[in-house]
């Protein structure tokens, strides 16, 4: 397991964007965001494989968001840039990190990351 470190979030309106970050205290496979709308079940992003470079994301923010990767500095560090933010994106945005081989299928199951952030609210308002 590493410990995450997430930064960014907050509050913007409709249209706007917003840049979640996310730095791990070592190395990692993968790295990545899921989130938990209210009264809803927690569902993938948007995962980056950090050896590649290799992308994923889930259908609703496809051409939205953009998750990039920082390793200069041997310890990971992702991005997620969210840009024409709806307000069905609103939710509890968790970064994810794991030490198992993902694709297109398995990178949305939680079970494929170890390590968890405490989360960071993003509200949309309309």
């Known amino acids: 397991q590493v410990q995450l470190v997430e930064s960014g979030g907050g509050s913007v309106q409709a249209g706007g964007s917003l840049r979640l970050s996310c730095a791990a205290s070592?190395?990692?496979?993968?790295m990545g965001w899921f989130r938990q709308p209210p009264g809803k079940e927690r569902e993938g992003v948007a995962v980056?494989?950090?050896?590649?470079?290799?992308?994923?994301?889930a259908d609703s923010v496809k051409g939205r968001f953009t998750i990039s990767r920082d390793n200069a500095k041997n310890t990971d560090t992702v991005y997620l840039q969210m840009n024409s933010l709806k307000p069905e994106d609103t939710a509890l945005y968790y970064c994810?990190?794991?030490?198992?081989?993902?694709?297109?299928?398995?990178?949305?199951?939680?079970?494929?990351?170890?390590?968890w952030g405490q989360g960071t609210q993003v509200t949309v308002s309309s």
């Open positions: 994810a990190a794991g030490n198992k081989i993902i694709d297109w299928v398995l990178w949305r199951n939680s079970s494929r990351y170890n390590s």
């Open positions: 980056i494989r950090t050896y590649d470079g290799t992308t994923y994301y």
């Open positions: 070592g190395d990692t496979i993968t």
